[in-house]
């Protein structure tokens, strides 16, 4: 039996995780993290009866507690930034689910695998904010960090022990998002067409990515990030058909692919039950039916995040920290109606430029730099806000 903490299992990855639980004999949750969703936990805490809980602040934890007494649980609650690394610590969970949207993951995975804890992890951003060392520790500890994100999923299965230096190229494919063959002009591009992803049915903030393509941008410094290959190594391929989910070529020429109906239940269900294989619901693929697998090279200056997120990781150091910490400010700032979609670029772009990076590497540099950018992001904004001026 493999006992699980799902972090952030009220979200779209979170969901999708207990579902695919539900349906899997081997697997235990003893654990549960949400934000705000208290409504949304509850339902799971009666479907899965995990030990231990973890929600955002305080007085919701309190009121928890009243709850499950009432209803006769004896469900630990923990609370806060504190209680997540609390609730990745409990000495009876083999694996951590990571599915928390943002860096607001990172004390959390890094805790789960000081504690010796394998992590699944949907959360990109902490993998491009201080993937480095997070790989870096888990070799140490001996710890698993199994890629949920379909891509890496399906670049994991292409590799399939290989050794990285006879990797080739990896090639990084994407749909393209809702405005990959969009002519009109970009800056009048509304929130509520942005958050119209063609095939996949995600949370606000990677539905946003997704379509700027920053999302393929943090991808790319994942994939370099979690296979160890350098970011000229990953190409990105526009395929609409979102079928092939990714494919690595090796020295000698071959080129492998992962092809499966667009489902993130499947790489879900693979880094849960790796190394196994086991019979899923997911539709099987007919691709007589499908007829077209297409393939394009990406518009890097249709997309500027693109092209924004290749040179951060050719830069190194906290770059890549810098890109994310502001990225998620500048598409925050967009949901909340605050800037416009082709300001998401421009926010992130200014804040780059203005970084003085460090020359020393670790956790405390990234930590600091994503901060940094946080703060700059922020003052950038509301400046332009209150001057009434756009972005240059
Ligand atoms: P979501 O917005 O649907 O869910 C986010 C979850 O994180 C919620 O449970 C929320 O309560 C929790 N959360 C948010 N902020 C938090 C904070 N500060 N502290 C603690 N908990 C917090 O997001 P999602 O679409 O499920 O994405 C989760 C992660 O998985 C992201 O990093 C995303 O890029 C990645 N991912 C998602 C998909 C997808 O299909 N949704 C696919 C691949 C990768
Ligand atoms: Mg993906």
Redesign the pocket.
Known sequence: MKRIVV??????????TLDVVSKLKNISVVGL?????ILVLKDQIKKFHPKYVCV?NFDDAKDLKIWLKRNNFKTTVFSG?KG?EEIVSVPNADMIVA????A??LKSIFKAVKEKKDVAI????VLVCAGLELMELSRKNGVKILP???EHSAIFQCCCGAKKSQIKKILLTASGGPFYKYKKDFSKITLEQALVHPT????????V?SATLM?KG?EAIETSVLFGVPIEKVEILIHPQSTVHSMVEFNDGAVIAQLSNPD?RLPIQYALTYPERVTSNIKSLDLVQLKKLEFFKPDFRKFPCLQLAYDCAKKGLQYPAVLNASNEIAVSAFLNGKIKFTDIARVVNNTVEAYSPSKRISVRTSVNADMWSRNFAISLIDSKISKGCGFS
């Open positions: 972090l952030g299992s009220s979200g779209s990855i979170g969901g999708q993290s949400v934000k705000k969703n955002g930034d997540l599915a928390i949207v943002g607001a993951g949907a959360n990109k951003e949920v994100d379909s996949w049915k995600m949370g606000k903030k990677i539905t990515d999302n943090l993130m």
